[in-house]
C-alpha cells in the first residue's frame, strides 16, 4: 500500500492550496482517513480525520479554514485550506486506517511522505 501526497508550496498569507492523498496498492477498504502536519522543531499533530461515512473532525486551530474531504471510489483525500497563516507552515502527512483483504479483519496505519507547505508573512 501507498500513499502519495501533493499539492504542498509555497503561498502568502491569507492563500489557499488543496492537498490531496492518493492511496494505491493492496486496499480492500480504507476507514479512516487523516491528515496531520509536523512544523520544525515540533512534534507532529492531527490536523483533521474523515470517516467512511464522511464525518469530520479538526483541529481548533484549523476550524473554519480548512475542508477535509474523500472520493471512496478513487481512494483519494483532500485538504482544501484557506485563509492560510504563517503558523500553518509544517510538513503535511496523509495516513489510513484501512483492511488489506476481504478475509482479513485487522486494520493497518499507512503513513505518505509528506508535503511541504509554506506560508510567508
Known amino acids: 500500500v501507498r500513499l502519495v501526497e501533493s499539492g504542498g508550496g509555497l503561498v502568502q498569507a491569507g492563500g489557499s492550496l488543496r492537498l490531496s492523498c492518493a492511496a494505491s496498492?493492496?486496499?480492500?477498504?480504507?476507514?479512516?482517513m487523516a491528515w496531520y502536519r509536523q512544523a520544525p522543531g515540533k512534534q507532529r499533530e492531527l490536523v483533521a480525520t474523515?470517516?467512511?461515512?464522511?464525518?469530520?473532525n479538526y483541529a481548533d486551530s484549523v476550524k473554519g479554514r480548512f475542508t477535509i474531504s474523500r472520493d471512496n471510489g478513487e481512494n483519494t483525500m483532500y485538504l482544501q485550506m484557506n485563509s492560510l497563516k504563517p503558523e500553518d507552515t509544517a510538513v503535511y502527512y496523509c495516513?489510513?486506517?484501512?483492511?488489506?483483504?476481504?478475509?482479513?479483519?485487522?486494520?493497518?496505519?499507512?503513513w505518505g511522505q509528506g508535503t511541504q507547505v509554506t506560508v510567508s508573512s
Open positions: 474523515i470517516s467512511t461515512g464522511r464525518g469530520t
Open positions: 495516513n489510513a486506517v484501512l483492511r488489506v483483504d476481504v478475509r482479513d479483519l485487522s486494520e493497518y496505519h499507512f
Open positions: 496498492g493492496s486496499i480492500y477498504r480504507i476507514n479512516t
